[in-house]
């Protein structure tokens, strides 16, 4: 089964007057579903940074890695490390709406997750807490680089808790052939990951790891680091989650000023 939280509506009330948080890639707004199962529930409407928001391209790409992602959470469920599991944030592209000031736009739209926080990056750095989901996550990781044969790494794993499970959203898969977006540093990042990781309860003696010679070639920062087009790293503070922890509370406080997001008819995923 996908162990995935989706959108399950079609309308939502996005404010824009103001950013809810901001990621390395992408500025992120707060909204509420207005039509279909999630109505009056908060949601995130999702940007890329620097004008490149027409461009399909970048909108593939990321639901490419979140479906790769995905499959991977599903599997490490089924292999039943933990007793309760992890979901995926799935989002969708939406429109905004004729007569909204971001008209025609699109925006990646997904449920919003509540008390945020981040336990590794893609760069090595992880929550140093052994115990419970920050330990399991880490595990989530060396579990995906043993399940693809040392191709892939899932990581840059962040989210929510709920009663029910754990919620992951906007992860980063870095793999050996160096094909899954800006965040995906290679080899060089899938071996930092490893030279700072420490095997903890979930993981598994027998899973794979790459021979760690040397030292981590990527600096190591709390935030998503970025390639920049000539080939260089791009690390980025903790903008994201502690901006959403911090504007919770006051998000509603005052009327916001609405846009309207719709799904797109065609809408992909
Ligand atoms: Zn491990």
Not at 51 to 58: A, F, Q, R, S, T
Not at 78 to 102: C, F, R, V
Not at 105 to 125: A, D, H, R, V
């Amino acid at each position: 089964m996908a162990y995935s939280r989706t959108n399950n509506s079609t309308r939502a009330t996005i404010d824009t007057s103001q950013l809810f948080g901001s990621g390395t890639f992408k500025y992120v707004y707060a909204g509420k579903y207005t039509v279909g199962a999630r109505k009056g529930q908060d949601c995130v409407a999702k940007e890329f940074k620097s004008g490149c928001v027409v461009e399909d391209h970048y909108f593939d790409e990321e639901l490419n890695i979140c479906a790769k992602a995905q499959q991977i959470i599903d599997e490490f469920n089924d292999a039943e490390i933990m007793n309760q599991p992890i979901y995926l944030n799935t989002p969708t592209i939406w429109t905004y709406e004729p007569g909204s000031s971001k008209s025609g736009q699109k925006t990646l739209i997904e449920p919003m997750i509540l008390n945020f926080e981040k336990f590794n990056s893609n760069s090595g750095w992880s929550l140093t807490d052994s115990t419970g989901w920050a330990a399991a996550m880490q595990s989530l990781s060396h579990f995906s680089y043993d399940n693809s044969g040392g191709r892939l790494l899932l990581c840059d794993l962040q989210g929510g808790r709920y009663n029910d499970g754990y919620v992951l959203s906007d992860p980063v898969i870095m793999s050996k052939a160096h094909s899954c977006g800006p965040a995906d540093l290679g080899m060089d990042g899938i071996m930092s990951f490893f030279q700072r990781h420490r095997c903890d309860a979930f993981c598994n003696r027998s899973w794979m790891k790459p021979p760690v010679l040397g030292k981590a070639k990527i600096p190591m920062h709390q935030g998503t680091t970025m390639e920049a087009a000539d080939g260089s790293q791009i690390g980025q503070g903790f903008e994201s989650a502690f901006g959403f922890v911090d504007l919770l509370n006051g998000m509603y406080r005052d009327e916001p000023s609405s846009d309207f997001a719709t799904k797109l008819e065609n809408s992909r995923g």
